[in-house]
């Protein structure tokens, strides 16, 4: 592919910015990050032999409040797809009101092949690493791709020892003894059931006659797919890295986590095992599950999974993205034409910061709510969030996902408007 993922993401927002009265001073502000880091981070391995890994982070813009967003482990992480993350991050956290900018970071290694000691050892390294560039009013990280709450809280607790302090509110994610927030495990997938179902109506389609496919089966495409199955939906296929399964009939979601769960063979830090191992369904790709036709198309897994060289071949009516930029502009394009409607990552899978912010605001005032609670507050945000955006892609009859820019844009700039703009000096 020649365009780079953020060029990709910069398209998105040349689209919107025809949709919206914005500045040429707040265009200007949003082409770039705010800072970027990379670092290499030495760790000792079990072996006594030394490794040095390539970590980042980038601070996409602050102008909404601190930024916020996740640390990837994966070993396709680099400075062009961190730098897209954090752009997103921006949007999303503006799309959805809250008051953070975007940020993002990651490190180029695959976890799996490290133990949980050197698994560790990296985790402490990175915030050694990145520790003056992060902290509660700064920039905040969480979860994201092969990183989880027990990484969060080796992480917190490195942070914690740099500081000489306890600074819960520095990173979210944590576990819940660490000062977590309970719900923001499946806060992600909930996030995107609620949205998903205030669309159901307006799209005219009941949950029973709705076929779902799922790409990608971690801590945010299990937690939808189990959500779905468990609402009514039928799940015909799910997947991971390895492969995915099909029933016609529908599968049964909670047996499928329970045999992920019992083959974690990694001390309850990763998952070993495969879907594709439950050998009563038919085992299928995962090019294969992209192109199922179902209603409801779920890419939960990682960035461009459709794109112009497959977008023509997909036959499910809607794609809700789960997982952040599955969906490249090329295809888009393609299946706009096809008549397919993508709900936009931005809006989709914003359950996870949003609660995430709500863990910020509980370890800043020191008062734990109830899951109720949390859920309560997750639902009124995706709800009205999901509504308006409906609202304006009617209004300006224009696609989910610029919609969503637009509304995301229109906040931004409010912000950097609020800052003073060049017509506040030249009359
Ligand atoms: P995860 O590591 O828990 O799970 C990723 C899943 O994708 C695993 O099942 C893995 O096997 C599968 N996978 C990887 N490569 C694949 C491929 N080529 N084909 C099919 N499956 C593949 O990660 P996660 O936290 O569930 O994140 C998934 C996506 O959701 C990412 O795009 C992430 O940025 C996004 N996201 C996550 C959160 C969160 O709170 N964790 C929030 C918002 C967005």
């Given at each position: 592919?020649?365009?780079?993922?953020?060029?990709?993401?910069?398209?998105?927002?040349?689209?919107?910015?025809?949709?919206?009265?914005?500045?040429?001073?707040?265009?200007?502000?949003?082409?770039?990050?705010?800072?970027?880091?990379?670092?290499?981070?030495?760790?000792?391995?079990?072996?006594?032999?030394?490794?040095?890994?390539?970590?980042?982070?980038?601070?996409?813009?602050?102008?909404?409040?601190?930024?916020?967003?996740?640390?990837?482990?994966?070993?396709?992480?680099?400075?062009?797809?961190?730098?897209?993350?954090?752009?997103?991050?921006?949007?999303?956290?503006?799309?959805?009101?809250?008051?953070?900018?975007?940020?993002?970071?990651?490190?180029?290694?695959?976890?799996?092949?490290?133990?949980?000691?050197?698994?560790?050892?990296?985790?402490?390294?990175?915030?050694?690493?990145?520790?003056?560039?992060?902290?509660?009013?700064?920039?905040?990280?969480?979860?994201?791709?092969?990183?989880?709450?027990?990484?969060?809280?080796?992480?917190?607790?490195?942070?914690?020892?740099?500081?000489?302090?306890?600074?819960?509110?520095?990173?979210?994610?944590?576990?819940?003894?660490?000062?977590?927030?309970?719900?923001?495990?499946?806060?992600?997938?909930?996030?995107?059931?609620?949205?998903?179902?205030?669309?159901?109506?307006?799209?005219?389609m009941?949950?029973?006659q709705t076929t779902v496919a799922v790409q990608?089966?971690?801590?945010?495409?299990?937690?939808?797919?189990?959500?779905?199955?468990?609402?009514?939906y039928k799940v015909v296929a799910?997947s991971?890295?390895?492969?995915g399964?099909y029933s016609e009939k529908g599968?049964?979601?909670?047996?499928?986590?329970?045999?992920?769960?019992?083959?974690?063979?990694?001390?309850?830090?990763?998952?070993?095992?495969?879907?594709?191992?439950?050998?009563?369904?038919k085992?299928i790709s995962?090019a294969e599950l992209l192109q199922l036709d179902v209603d409801i198309l779920i890419?939960?897994?990682?960035?461009?999974?459709i794109?112009?060289?497959n977008a023509d071949l997909i036959r499910a009516k809607y794609i809700?993205?789960?997982?952040?930029?599955?969906?490249?502009?090329?295809?888009?394009?393609?299946l706009?034409?096809k008549g397919i409607m993508?709900?936009?990552?931005?809006?989709?899978?914003?359950?996870?910061?949003?609660?995430?912010?709500?863990?910020?605001?509980?370890?800043?005032?020191?008062?734990?709510?109830?899951?109720?609670?949390?859920?309560?507050?997750?639902?009124?945000?995706?709800?009205?969030?999901?509504?308006?955006?409906?609202?304006?892609?009617?209004?300006?009859?224009?696609?989910?996902?610029?919609?969503?820019?637009?509304?995301?844009?229109?906040?931004?700039?409010?912000?950097?408007?609020?800052?003073?703009?060049?017509?506040?000096?030249?009359?």
């Amino acid at each position: 592919m020649s365009e780079s993922l953020f060029d990709q993401a910069s398209e998105r927002l040349a689209q919107a910015i025809a949709h919206v009265p914005i500045s040429e001073d707040a265009i200007e502000r949003l082409k770039s990050p705010k800072a970027s880091l990379q670092v290499s981070i030495p760790v000792r391995m079990d072996d006594g032999t030394l490794k040095v890994f390539q970590g980042y982070r980038v601070r996409y813009n602050d102008l909404r409040g601190p930024t916020k967003g996740g640390i990837r482990f994966h070993p396709s992480v680099n400075m062009d797809e961190v730098k897209s993350l954090a752009f997103w991050m921006t949007f999303k956290c503006a799309a959805v009101n809250l008051p953070f900018g975007g940020a993002k970071g990651g490190v180029a290694v695959d976890p799996k092949q490290l133990s949980k000691f050197e698994l560790e050892r990296l985790s402490r390294g990175y915030i050694d690493a990145i520790a003056d560039f992060m902290g509660a009013d700064v920039d905040i990280p969480a979860p994201d791709v092969q990183t989880n709450p027990t990484i969060m809280g080796w992480m917190v607790d490195q942070y914690s020892t740099i500081q000489r302090k306890l600074c819960p509110a520095a990173i979210t994610g944590k576990p819940l003894a660490m000062g977590g927030s309970i719900g923001r495990e499946t806060a992600t997938g909930l996030g995107a059931f609620f949205a998903i179902e205030t669309l159901m109506p307006l799209l005219k389609m009941e949950r029973e006659q709705t076929t779902v496919a799922v790409q990608g089966f971690g801590n945010v495409g299990a937690a939808i797919a189990d959500l779905m199955s468990k609402a009514g939906y039928k799940v015909v296929a799910v997947s991971d890295s390895k492969g995915g399964i099909y029933s016609e009939k529908g599968l049964d979601v909670p047996s499928i986590i329970n045999y992920k769960q019992s083959a974690r063979k990694f001390q309850a830090v990763y998952c070993q095992d495969s879907v594709c191992n439950i050998v009563e369904h038919k085992t299928i790709s995962n090019a294969e599950l992209l192109q199922l036709d179902v209603d409801i198309l779920i890419p939960a897994a990682l960035e461009n999974q459709i794109t112009e060289v497959n977008a023509d071949l997909i036959r499910a009516k809607y794609i809700f993205e789960v997982a952040n930029g599955p969906v490249t502009p090329a295809a888009d394009a393609i299946l706009e034409k096809k008549g397919i409607m993508v709900f936009p990552d931005i809006l989709i899978n914003a359950g996870g910061v949003t609660v995430s912010y709500f863990e910020w605001v509980q370890n800043r005032s020191g008062f734990y709510w109830t899951l109720s609670e949390v859920n309560d507050r997750l639902k009124q945000s995706m709800v009205a969030e999901t509504l308006r955006i409906w609202e304006i892609a009617n209004e300006k009859q224009i696609s989910m996902r610029t919609a969503a820019y637009v509304h995301a844009l229109s906040r931004l700039s409010e912000a950097i408007e609020a800052k003073g703009t060049r017509d506040y000096y030249i009359q």
